[in-house]
């Protein structure tokens, strides 16, 4: 994600855990310096800079980035400028975003900037406009940062961040209204789309995630591959840390994933043809059937007992009417078009399904299964709404078995997919283990209430879910306190606890003569 036309003369810089490597299709990019373990950090780095999304709607404060959320009556703006909205007046005197040479700008012109509050999503490339002038060492390196304007010009990208971007700043008379700083915001808007990592802002409920971006200069240096080797956390303080989600052997490349995860090859193909110019040839895209993973395989329509994957995985064009996709069993052939349509069917089955109950997201499951693997992207989609109807009914008081352990089936089908796409330490695999030991554990106590198995065996399925806890913790231990994985890590380790009480429980039972400490495992 870095230009390399002006580093061509810059002497090699070695860090201790990476250094920064150079090739012609890669530009810059990062390699490991020596051997690294799983969960070995390799750099924490403050942003340069973070702000809104380019598709943020709604009011945050300029300082800290929280959501604001009282009437507008009630707001409350930076006593100095009178233009940035604050989440409350305490905020002003922490140090934070809200910068001196921003406060300055907008007092210079109240007038005009006081609606900058309704246009958000200018305020990082302000932020990086304004740098540029304050802090000229720093700019060094963001202007070393890929910008892809020479692909960018004229295009759908270009024309939106003129009207979105460059036209809202000329109008709120925050930058001059001339070419030269038009063409330079342009460019930073291409910094910014295609380096920034998206951020959450801090906050107790999921809603207030992913508004935010930051650009970080160093780990913006990670080459992408779809399978990466990196484990990526932010914490309050907007800090990101990268670690190694495998071993990584001296000189390899330390890769971070760019794009959505449980997306298929043609989507993430294109997202990062789109979003970051450039065609993925990773492992993951180059294999048909994804590694057999299964991403984007369909049912054969001939024999329907194969599975069919494209020909050429390589191609920009995976769904053209010449594009050939093939049954690995018939070795039938389709042509892209029809997988297309077939495709755009089976979308439309699962969208608008907020209202369906779990027996009708079932019934659409087994349906959408005649059509598609049960781990393409769509059919996990649909896997993962039922997931979100299971979990309430897991925190009922007395959650049903069949269910339960329909929670666990789910889970250990998205595992699968997981351990392929996503090996080694990963959020996502943390929580659905987090959420099997649940389950398990339940399972175990219902087993034993109803007299259907023996202390010992209850002692065995405790056990199984502790493993799966355990295993839940080894996921999720890197995450900040801060964050709604960081907190799960919090409650697996308490869960931990309260599961070795159950087992001394259990085994007691099992040891004749010998009497449970607590009363939770009684019949
Ligand atoms: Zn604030
Ligand atoms: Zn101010
Ligand atoms: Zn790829
Ligand atoms: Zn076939």
């Known amino acids: 994600m870095v230009n390399d036309r002006e580093t061509q003369d810059a002497p090699a810089q070695v860090f201790l855990k990476y250094r920064i490597a150079k090739s012609e299709k890669l530009g810059r990019y990062m390699i490991a310096e020596k051997d690294l373990v799983a969960g070995e950090v390799i750099l924490r780095e403050s942003p340069v800079s973070v702000g809104p999304t380019a598709f943020f709607e709604g009011s945050l404060c300029f300082n800290c980035h929280k959501p604001i959320v009282q009437p507008e009556l009630k707001r409350y703006n930076c006593t100095k400028c009178k233009v940035a909205p604050l989440c409350q007046p305490a905020c002003e005197l922490v140090p934070g975003y809200h910068k001196n040479a921003e406060c300055s700008l907008f007092r210079s012109n109240q007038l005009y900037s006081s609606k900058i509050s309704d246009h958000s999503t200018v305020l990082l490339p302000l932020r990086l406009w304004l740098l540029r002038q304050t802090e000229t060492e720093l700019w060094k390196h963001i202007d070393l940062m890929e910008d892809h304007v020479k692909e960018r010009r004229g ?123 450039f065609e993925c040839e990773c492992t993951l895209c180059r294999d048909p059937f994804e590694l057999k993973s299964n991403l984007s395989s369909l049912v054969c329509p001939r024999c329907r007992q194969g599975y069919v994957g494209i020909q050429n995985p390589l191609t920009s064009n995976p769904y053209g009417l010449k594009t050939k996709w093939q049954c690995e ?126 202390p010992l065996e209850l002692s065995l399925q405790l056990k199984e879910a502790q493993d799966l806890l355990r295993k839940a913790l080894s996921n999720l231990l890197l995450e900040p306190t801060g964050t709604p994985e960081g907190r799960l890590a919090k409650l697996a380790l308490q869960q931990m606890k309260l599961l070795r009480e159950n087992m001394t429980d259990a085994n007691a039972l099992a040891t004749p003569g010998q009497k449970p400490k607590t009363q939770t495992m009684k019949h």
């Open 329 to 454: 069993r018939c070795k039938s052939l389709l042509s892209g078009k029809m997988i297309k349509t077939t495709l755009n069917l089976t979308r439309s089955l699962i969208e608008n399904t907020e209202n369906f109950d779990t027996k009708a997201l079932e019934s659409l499951l087994t349906k959408l299964l005649l059509t598609v693997h049960t781990n393409h992207y769509l059919a996990l989609d649909l896997k993962e709404k039922l997931l979100v109807n299971y979990r309430k009914e897991m925190s009922a008081i007395n959650p049903r078995k069949k269910i339960l352990e329909r929670i666990l089936n789910l889970h250990r089908e998205g595992l699968a997919v997981l351990d392929i796409i996503e090996p080694g330490i990963s959020r996502q695999k943390g929580i659905r283990l987090y959420e099997m030991h649940l389950a398990t554990a339940l399972i175990a106590k219902k087993n034993y209430a109803a007299r259907e198995i023996s």
């Open 155 to 277: 295009t759908h990208i270009w024309s939106i961040r003129e009207q979105t971007v460059v036209q809202v700043l000329h109008k709120l008379r925050l930058v001059p209204d001339d070419s030269e700083t038009s063409e330079l915001m342009q460019r930073i808007c291409g910094i910014l789309d295609v380096n920034s990592f998206e951020l959450r802002s801090s906050g107790e409920s999921e809603l207030e995630g992913h508004l935010l971006r930051g650009l970080y200069t160093k780990a913006a240096l990670m080459a992408h591959n779809c399978r990466s080797n990196t484990h990526l956390t932010v914490d309050e303080r907007d800090e990101l840390a990268i670690y190694a989600s495998v071993d990584i052997k001296k000189g390899a490349t330390i890769y971070f994933n760019y794009t959505g995860f449980l997306l298929g090859s043609a989507k993430r193909r294109e997202n990062l043809r789109e979003g970051k110019y």
